[in-house]
Protein backbone atom coordinates (compact mmCIF):
# COMPACT_ATOMS: atom_id res chain seq x y z
CA UNK A 1 0.00 0.00 0.00
CA UNK A 2 2.91 1.88 1.14
CA UNK A 3 4.15 1.89 -2.73
CA UNK A 4 1.03 2.13 -4.07
CA UNK A 5 0.63 5.34 -2.55
CA UNK A 6 3.96 7.02 -3.45
CA UNK A 7 3.24 5.70 -7.45
CA UNK A 8 -0.02 8.17 -6.96
CA UNK A 9 1.56 10.75 -5.77
CA UNK A 10 4.42 11.08 -8.52
CA UNK A 11 2.05 10.58 -11.34
CA UNK A 12 -0.30 13.55 -9.63
CA UNK A 13 3.11 15.60 -9.60
CA UNK A 14 4.04 14.55 -13.03
CA UNK A 15 0.05 15.54 -14.43
CA UNK A 16 0.04 18.81 -12.81
CA UNK A 17 3.87 19.92 -13.46
CA UNK A 18 2.88 18.55 -17.35
CA UNK A 19 -0.13 21.60 -16.87
CA UNK A 20 1.31 24.61 -15.84
CA UNK A 21 2.43 27.31 -17.55
CA UNK A 22 5.38 28.34 -16.09
CA UNK A 23 8.73 27.71 -17.30
CA UNK A 24 10.65 27.87 -20.54
CA UNK A 25 9.04 27.92 -23.98
CA UNK A 26 10.78 27.86 -27.31
CA UNK A 27 8.83 30.50 -29.99
CA UNK A 28 9.77 29.89 -33.45
CA UNK A 29 8.88 32.61 -36.60
CA UNK A 30 6.10 32.35 -38.16
CA UNK A 31 7.23 32.35 -42.56
CA UNK A 32 10.80 31.09 -41.59
CA UNK A 33 9.63 28.20 -38.98
CA UNK A 34 13.55 28.36 -37.51
CA UNK A 35 13.58 28.72 -33.50
CA UNK A 36 13.71 32.33 -32.40
CA UNK A 37 13.79 32.70 -28.83
CA UNK A 38 13.59 31.44 -25.27
CA UNK A 39 10.83 32.90 -23.25
CA UNK A 40 10.39 32.00 -19.47
CA UNK A 41 7.25 32.52 -17.82
CA UNK A 42 7.01 32.67 -14.62
CA UNK A 43 4.46 33.64 -11.60
CA UNK A 44 4.65 36.44 -9.16
CA UNK A 45 1.39 36.51 -6.63
CA UNK A 46 -1.51 35.49 -8.67
CA UNK A 47 -0.32 37.12 -12.22
CA UNK A 48 1.75 35.31 -14.83
CA UNK A 49 4.77 37.22 -16.88
CA UNK A 50 7.28 35.99 -19.52
CA UNK A 51 10.55 37.38 -20.08
CA UNK A 52 13.08 37.13 -22.84
CA UNK A 53 16.27 35.13 -21.89
CA UNK A 54 17.66 33.58 -24.86
CA UNK A 55 17.30 35.10 -28.66
CA UNK A 56 18.42 33.34 -31.77
CA UNK A 57 18.42 35.87 -34.09
CA UNK A 58 19.48 39.11 -32.65
CA UNK A 59 22.94 39.98 -31.42
CA UNK A 60 23.53 38.89 -27.95
CA UNK A 61 23.16 43.32 -26.94
CA UNK A 62 20.42 43.95 -29.38
CA UNK A 63 18.63 46.69 -27.67
CA UNK A 64 14.27 47.42 -28.33
CA UNK A 65 14.82 50.17 -30.89
CA UNK A 66 11.18 49.96 -31.57
CA UNK A 67 9.75 49.65 -28.36
CA UNK A 68 7.83 53.11 -26.54
CA UNK A 69 8.04 54.31 -23.01
CA UNK A 70 10.27 52.34 -20.27
CA UNK A 71 11.10 49.29 -22.39
CA UNK A 72 12.78 52.13 -25.42
CA UNK A 73 16.07 50.53 -26.21
CA UNK A 74 16.28 48.13 -22.73
CA UNK A 75 18.46 44.96 -23.77
CA UNK A 76 16.15 42.31 -25.75
CA UNK A 77 18.11 39.72 -23.21
CA UNK A 78 15.32 39.93 -20.13
CA UNK A 79 12.62 42.34 -21.38
CA UNK A 80 9.70 40.81 -20.13
CA UNK A 81 7.69 40.61 -22.82
CA UNK A 82 4.36 39.06 -21.37
CA UNK A 83 2.67 41.10 -18.57
CA UNK A 84 -0.67 40.65 -15.85
CA UNK A 85 -2.07 37.92 -17.35
CA UNK A 86 -4.74 35.72 -15.12
CA UNK A 87 -5.45 32.32 -14.70
CA UNK A 88 -9.34 31.92 -15.95
CA UNK A 89 -10.28 27.88 -16.11
CA UNK A 90 -8.11 26.77 -18.96
CA UNK A 91 -6.67 29.88 -20.35
CA UNK A 92 -4.76 32.34 -18.95
CA UNK A 93 -6.07 36.30 -20.19
CA UNK A 94 -6.45 39.66 -19.19
CA UNK A 95 -2.87 40.96 -19.64
CA UNK A 96 -0.51 42.34 -22.85
CA UNK A 97 2.18 40.76 -24.90
CA UNK A 98 5.03 43.13 -26.50
CA UNK A 99 6.12 42.41 -29.74
CA UNK A 100 9.97 43.18 -29.71
CA UNK A 101 9.75 43.78 -33.30
CA UNK A 102 7.50 46.41 -33.53
CA UNK A 103 7.51 47.83 -29.98
CA UNK A 104 3.50 47.24 -30.13
CA UNK A 105 2.01 45.87 -27.17
CA UNK A 106 -1.42 43.91 -27.79
CA UNK A 107 -4.08 42.25 -25.29
CA UNK A 108 -2.85 38.66 -24.86
CA UNK A 109 -4.12 35.31 -23.46
CA UNK A 110 -2.69 32.13 -23.36
CA UNK A 111 -3.92 28.49 -23.66
CA UNK A 112 -2.31 25.53 -22.63
CA UNK A 113 -2.45 22.91 -25.57
CA UNK A 114 -0.90 19.09 -24.28
CA UNK A 115 3.03 20.32 -24.48
CA UNK A 116 2.80 23.75 -26.75
CA UNK A 117 1.50 27.24 -25.34
CA UNK A 118 -0.87 29.12 -27.81
CA UNK A 119 -0.12 32.62 -27.69
CA UNK A 120 -2.30 35.17 -28.69
CA UNK A 121 -1.42 38.76 -28.98
CA UNK A 122 -4.64 40.84 -30.62
CA UNK A 123 -6.39 44.29 -30.73
CA UNK A 124 -9.60 44.92 -29.51
CA UNK A 125 -11.19 41.72 -29.79
CA UNK A 126 -9.66 38.12 -30.22
CA UNK A 127 -10.77 37.57 -33.69
CA UNK A 128 -8.25 40.62 -34.85
CA UNK A 129 -5.07 39.18 -33.95
CA UNK A 130 -1.71 36.73 -34.55
CA UNK A 131 -1.69 33.31 -32.77
CA UNK A 132 1.77 31.91 -32.38
CA UNK A 133 2.20 28.21 -30.60
CA UNK A 134 5.40 27.90 -28.68
CA UNK A 135 6.83 24.64 -27.26
CA UNK A 136 8.41 23.56 -23.93
CA UNK A 137 11.80 23.93 -23.68
CA UNK A 138 12.91 20.25 -22.54
Known amino acids: MKYLSILFIMTLSVTLNGQTIIGQWETYD ?3 KEKTAVI ?3 QTDNLYFGKIV ?3 SLEKNALCENCKGINKNKPIIGLVIIENIKKDGNE ?3 GTVLDP ?3 ETYKC ?3 L ?3 KLEVRGYIGFSLLGR ?3 WVRKE
Open 131 to 133: TQY
Open 92 to 94: FNG
Open 40 to 42: EIY
Open 54 to 56: KSF
Open 30 to 32: DKT
Open 113 to 115: INN
Open 109 to 111: YLK
Open 101 to 103: DNG
